[in-house]
């Protein structure tokens, strides 16, 4: 069976994606989901070479014909997202999609056009194949686009007959977050001891909760505070959530990002080394 | 004025510049409110400490049907283009997760056995502290959709001379919803490839809407120099840059680095008051 390792944080900038693509590098067999797809930044580390790309057709935009439009104004009453001008044009990042306006048109004036935004892609890495995505600039339906990359990347770990997605997720407890983890065997959470990434650590655990999905934690630059290290470790025992390990502040992070390098192929100082720890027992814990 | 402080990459220190901004302000006795939009992950008032002195649900409207006048016509589920209204067995069934509240089948649904009524997806805590009145959303967990809530929070304290909103990270639909009909947008990102490549994603959305901005460099020392050539020739306007430091990242694990910042760089911070204020201007002027 396929086992799933999803790599989340809550707060932005933990090191997600540090530590996601040293998973990359450690792990044999396996395939590697970038749905952060917003803002990717997984193809800066594995460097992909795309051997196939998709345009991602997330519903529909409405367009107005303006010869055949009276100026009735209906649309204007029944659009929610105040995505249509005074003069009958259509706010293309305001629109959702709904097409309301195009069913209650008096003058059938509306269009309902496809709408392309983004595209995904499938690439050889030097740590296997990597499903990723550029979703086009001001877009929406982020979580449509995570679930296809998710579905893809399981699809050629199927042909493959590989037993792993590694998955690098987004930021925050919203849309894309709750595609992400749904179906997760395992979600590792990436925190840090400041207020911010305990705050919001809580409520991605209450998250992963809420969706019964198993988390692990671990911290990173960990020596910044070392009392909200033991807060978040008192937090996560009493909640019943492994602790995998405390990565400790360490330039090369930085380094290793800098030369387009995972931090366990670019160092082997301290915070490489628990990385290595974690993976260790991520790759049990996993199934 | 309103000024959004937004980045892409999360973790760069948007919260951080937010705070220093509203700081900059009230102290100089003008009138002005810090919004916390990034209603998955409000940090403002883990800064801010300020007082709560009320608490608003906000709601989303759902469709409720009234099983009785329904005929099990279909219209509600053929007009729903997000499929959160299917018909089994001759009866609606409502996926509330799905529902973008557009109003489609209320409207539709011939025998009128539609209504519409609130779904609570979380609430605006506000309150007011050394000069600054506060507005936070708090998306509650396991909600899928928090525009709705960011433009409610985008609401608040309408009075203000200047409101100040901190976005959540990111370049979607609630990035664009935070940031869209501000004035002015302040990127803060940090030298290195992640935090590049999410600014150049975040300064295209930002242009993509007609908004004029600056770029704050945070950590400013920690990426070497290729990075100033970068931001150049991007025509990006550095308006601000904080170098990396101990003091600072241990302060901010704490919830107190703001002072701190405040007193050592008040000069890049007013900086990027005065440089948001003249850019919003000449803005509305063409």
């Known amino acids: ?6 790599v989340i944080s809550g707060k932005g900038g933990t090191g997600k994606t540090s530590v996601a693509a040293s998973f990359a590098c450690l792990s044999q067999n396996k395939v590697i989901a970038d749905c952060d ?12 070479d795309p051997v196939h790309s998709e345009i991602f057709e997330s519903g529909m935009k409405a367009w107005i014909d303006r010869d055949a439009c009276s100026s009735c104004g209906e649309c204007l009453h029944y659009c929610r997202f ?7 044009v259509v706010d293309g990042i305001s629109c959702e999609g709904c097409g309301v306006c195009a069913h209650f048109c008096p003058a059938g004036a509306i269009e309902m056009r496809n709408h392309a935004s983004g595209e995904w892609f499938v690439s050889d890495t030097h740590c296997g194949p990597l499903v990723h995505a550029r979703l086009g600039i001001a877009e929406g339906n982020s979580g449509k686009l995570v679930t296809l990359i998710k579905k893809k990347a399981r699809e050629i770990a199927q042909e493959k007959g590989y037993d792993l997605v590694i998955v690098d997720g987004s930021p925050g407890t919203g849309c894309p977050v709750i595609a992400t983890i749904s179906g997760a065997s395992l979600v590792l959470v990436v925190t840090e001891p400041t207020v911010s990434g305990i705050h919001d650590l809580q409520r991605v655990l209450n998250l992963t909760r809420h969706f019964n999905v198993r988390a692990a934690v671990c911290v990173n630059k960990a020596d910044i505070n070392p009392d909200n290290v033991a807060e978040i470790r008192e937090f996560c025992s009493v909640n019943e959530v492994p602790v995998a390990g405390a990565i400790p502040y360490d330039m090369d992070v930085t380094r290793a990002q800098i030369a387009g390098k995972s931090v366990v192929e670019y160092s082997s100082g301290p915070a490489a080394a628990e990385i290595r720890k974690i993976w260790e027992e991520m790759k049990h814990a996993v199934g | 004025m309103n000024i959004a402080i937004a980045s892409g990459k999360g973790g760069t220190g948007k919260t951080t510049v937010a ?8 102290r100089n006795s003008l009138s002005v409110a810090l919004l916390d939009c990034d209603v998955e992950e409000p940090n403002v008032n883990l800064f801010l400490k300020a007082g709560i002195d009320t608490t608003e649900p906000v709601s989303v409207l759902i469709p409720e049907v009234d099983e009785p006048s329904c005929n099990g016509c279909g219209e509600c589920e053929r007009i729903c283009a997000f499929n959160a209204i299917v018909l089994v067995r001759a009866k609606p069934l409502l996926f509330a997760e799905m529902c973008h509240s557009c109003g489609g089948c209320y409207h539709v649904c011939p025998e009128r056995a539609i209504k519409e009524i609130g779904k609570e997806i979380g609430f605006i805590e506000s309150g007011t502290r050394d000069g600054i009145a506060y507005a936070g959303g708090r998306l509650n967990i396991g909600e899928a959709m928090s525009p709705p809530l960011i ?12 409101r100040i909103i901190d976005s959540p990270p990111g370049t979607s639909c609630p990035a664009v919803e935070a940031v ?11 030298p290195t490839p992640f935090g590049l490549n999410d600014l150049n994603l975040a300064a295209g959305a930002v242009r993509a809407l007609g908004i004029p901005f600056g770029v704050v460099v945070n950590r400013a020392d920690i990426g070497g120099d290729s990075f100033t050539a970068e931001y150049a020739k991007r025509g990006y306007d550095i308006i601000a840059s904080i170098p990396h430091s101990r003091e ?6 704490r919830g107190d680095c703001v002072s701190y910042i405040v007193e050592r760089f008040r000069a890049e911070i007013e900086n990027i008051a005065s440089y948001a204020e003249h850019q919003a201007r000449r803005n509305a002027r063409v």
């Open chain 1, 37 to 48: 797809v917003d803002a990717a930044d997984m193809h800066l580390v594995l460097r992909p």
């Open chain 2, 248 to 253: 600072i990242a241990e302060g901010y694990s």
């Open chain 2, 151 to 162: 433009r409610e929070v985008k609401r608040r304290h309408s009075d203000s001379g200047t």
């Open chain 1, 82 to 88: 105040d995505a249509i001008s005074d003069d009958f």
């Open chain 2, 19 to 26: 705070m220093a901004l509203a700081t900059c302000y009230a």
């Open chain 2, 180 to 190: 869209k009909d501000s004035d002015f947008v302040v990127l803060v990102t940090e």
């Open chain 1, 1 to 6: 069976m396929i086992r799933e390792l999803v």
